[in-house]
């Protein structure tokens, strides 16, 4: 940046395309700078420029590959220390489509990496100065995959599932103090993470394909809303609430301290 500003800071992972330079935009348009965190560093640049001359606000680009530890620190360390960071954006993900047979280990390790690992030492960083500040934003980007699996997905569905309930039990430590966390499931969403996934998007059914601007568009209304959990396809809000209380009473039906009758056991 080439001069301080007192506007409150977003820093968006996963940031030089798709839904992340969306969310880019968006924050932009309402009065955030910017720190944009992506491995391409010409896209960044790029869109840094546009975003400043577009909006008045200051962009910054940080060129890391969250999968490596020494990139990772270097945003961690951000996040702890500008006294001005308000939202945090956990984007970044990859997907390595196909069954455990045809993936390698390699493969199912660099989604851990970055969909588990990095968004939760990335939040980690950020929650203890929201706390102390008593105000702060947290959006973690899942998946609907994160409540059902393909035989193609296990590790990407096991991801996101990760992501959901570490969001859920963030929301519930949080929910006496000014910070809020958001969750969005987004279904299948016109993103170059298809071509890199071993799925070309050309294969996607066109009617279940939603733009990224309809996708961040839907996820931020969501969050105007208040919505905790934001599913920004679906259209019936009593299915998130429907499975919400049957999750609750099958926890609640695994309290008892003996077998289910039906196991028979002596």
Not at 34 to 45: F, G, K, N, P, T
Not at 75 to 97: P, T
Not at 245 to 255: C, I, N, P, V, W
Request: hydrophobic share 45%; glycine share 6%.
């Amino acid at each position: 940046m080439t001069h301080p500003s007192s506007r409150k800071l977003a820093v968006i992972t996963g940031a030089s395309a798709g839904i992340g330079a969306v969310y880019a935009d968006r924050l932009a348009a309402r009065g955030y700078d910017l720190i944009l965190v992506a491995r391409r560093a010409d896209r960044l640049e790029r869109l840094c420029s546009q975003l400043s001359n577009a909006h008045g606000i200051q962009a910054e680009p940080i060129v890391a590959d969250l999968s490596k530890d020494n990139d990772l620190t270097l945003i961690e360390k951000i996040l702890s220390n500008r006294e001005n960071v308000h939202v945090l954006v956990n984007n970044a993900g990859i997907a390595r489509l196909g069954t455990i047979a045809q993936r390698s280990t390699e493969d199912a390790l660099s989604q851990i990496a970055l969909n588990i690992t990095a968004l939760t030492r990335l939040t980690q960083a950020v929650v203890p100065a929201f706390i102390k500040r008593n105000q702060g934003l947290i959006i973690n980007v899942a998946s609907v995959l994160a409540i059902h699996a393909l035989p193609i997905s296990a590790v990407y569905s096991g991801t996101k599932a990760f992501v959901l309930q570490y969001s859920r039990g963030l929301q519930q430590e949080l929910a006496e103090t000014g910070v809020k966390v958001q969750l969005v499931l987004p279904a299948s969403t016109a993103t170059e993470l298809w071509d890199l996934s071993g799925v070309p998007l050309a294969a996607v059914n066109k009617n279940t394909l939603m733009t990224t601007e309809h996708m961040v568009d839907a996820a931020l209304a969501g969050l105007d809303q208040g919505e905790p959990v934001t599913w920004p396809s679906v259209a019936d809000a009593t299915l998130w609430d429907k499975y919400e209380a049957a999750r609750a009473e099958l926890f609640a039906s695994t309290q008892v301290g003996t077998p289910a009758t039906r196991y028979k056991i002596a």
